[in-house]
Nanobody, 116 residues
Framework: QLQLVASGGDLVQPGGSLRLSCAAS????????VAWYRQAPGKEREGVAC????????YYSDSVKDRFTISRDSARKTVSLQMNSLKPEDTAVYYC?????????WGQGTQVTVSS
């Protein structure tokens, strides 16, 4: 069963940048549409960015468009999320998974905190 693991979260000041990485243990992600999701305290999990497997298309939620960039490495083993101009409202646990539903089991995610 596919298990995607997110990493790279940290504490960053408003206006700063951070790069998250998503990898699947022992497998490539080339055949999957992969998305980044986030869940802030007291809120539902939401999708923020998606990378298509078929046509290379990328899609973003309105809240992160023009600030976040999703990309794949050349070997298609990882999917990254470059986050720029971070805002306090970007604070959340970030997860990666295939574009769904359905989803593979959720990992622990990686904490991103934007605060001065």
């Amino acid at each position: 069963q596919l298990q995607l693991v997110a990493s790279g979260g940290d504490l960053v000041q408003p206006g700063g940048s951070l790069r998250l990485s998503c990898a699947a243990s022992g497998r490539t992600l080339g055949h999957y549409a992969v998305a980044w999701y986030r869940q802030a305290p007291g809120k539902e999990r939401e999708g923020v960015a998606c990378s298509s497997a078929s046509d290379g298309g990328t899609y973003y939620s309105d809240s992160v468009k023009d600030r976040f960039t999703i990309s794949r490495d050349s070997a298609r083993k990882t999917v990254s999320l470059q986050m720029n101009s971070l805002k306090p409202e970007d604070t959340a646990v970030y997860y990666c998974n295939i574009y769904g539903p359905p989803f593979y089991p959720w990992g622990q995610g990686t904490q991103v905190t934007v605060s001065s």
